[in-house]
T-cell receptor
């Protein structure tokens, strides 16, 4: 158990809709990173939040956005959903965005787009 | 998106055998990590490596951070059925993001 919890576990949406995924970080961790994992692939970095500010972003369009709250929990929002957005969305928490503090993952949200 | 070169893609072994998998990159990394992912779950950290040349063990698992900082390997000794899963390597450079390999799917026959 990593202490990182994500909700919901599964979600089905249709093209064009919007979705919000949630993540609670491990106790004491102030950094949350989001990843997209397509079937049969490794996770791809979406963005990271450190102390409520975006701290780096991967190669994802602006319709992928996020928030981090004062308690360090986080949300991932995706607008105008496309079929290719179907994937497992993983959240990872760590301390201070420091490379010497490894990222610990939740079990993800499985998003299916019809 | 960027991914590391991880091999082999899959392995089928007998219980008790040793396993070796590796990961290479065209870029230098400052940290290498190895994760295991079971179906329906997120990746679980197995070993973290922070220094070139470092060799670290965690029970039956041993991993090394390559001296060039562009590669890493993971060995599993005396495999058991619960070792089944997908193993991912991940590299971290000077930034915050992890770059993952495509994974090695391990099957252990009892």
């Amino acid at each position: 158990e990593t202490g990182v919890t994500q909700s919901p576990t599964h979600l089905i949406k249709t093209r064009g809709q919007q979705v919000t995924l949630r993540c609670s970080s491990q106790s004491g961790h102030n950094t949350v990173s989001w990843y997209q994992q397509a079937l049969g692939q490794g996770p791809q970095f979406i963005f990271q939040y450190y102390r409520e500010e975006e701290n780096g972003r991967g190669n994802f369009p602006p319709r992928f956005s996020g928030l981090q709250f004062p308690n360090y929990s986080s949300e991932l929002n995706v607008n105008a959903l496309e079929l290719d957005d179907s994937a497992l969305y993983l959240c990872a928490s760590s301390l201070d965005g420091d490379r010497n503090q490894p990222q610990h993952f939740g079990d993800g949200t499985r998003l299916s787009i019809l | 998106g960027q991914q590391l070169n991880q091999s082999p893609q899959s392995m089928f072994i007998q219980e008790g055998e040793d396993v070796s998998m590796n990961c290479t990159s065209s870029s230098i990394f400052n940290t290498w990590l190895w994760y295991k992912q079971d179906p329906g779950e997120g990746p679980v950290l197995l070993i973290a490596l922070y220094k070139a040349g470092e060799l670290t063990s965690n029970g039956r698992l041993t991993a090394q951070f390559g001296i060039t900082r562009k590669d890493s390997f993971l060995n599993i000794s005396a495999s058991i059925p619960s070792d089944v899963g997908i193993y991912f390597c991940a590299g971290q450079g000077g930034s915050e993001k992890l770059v993952f390999g495509k994974g090695t799917k391990l099957t252990v026959n009892p």
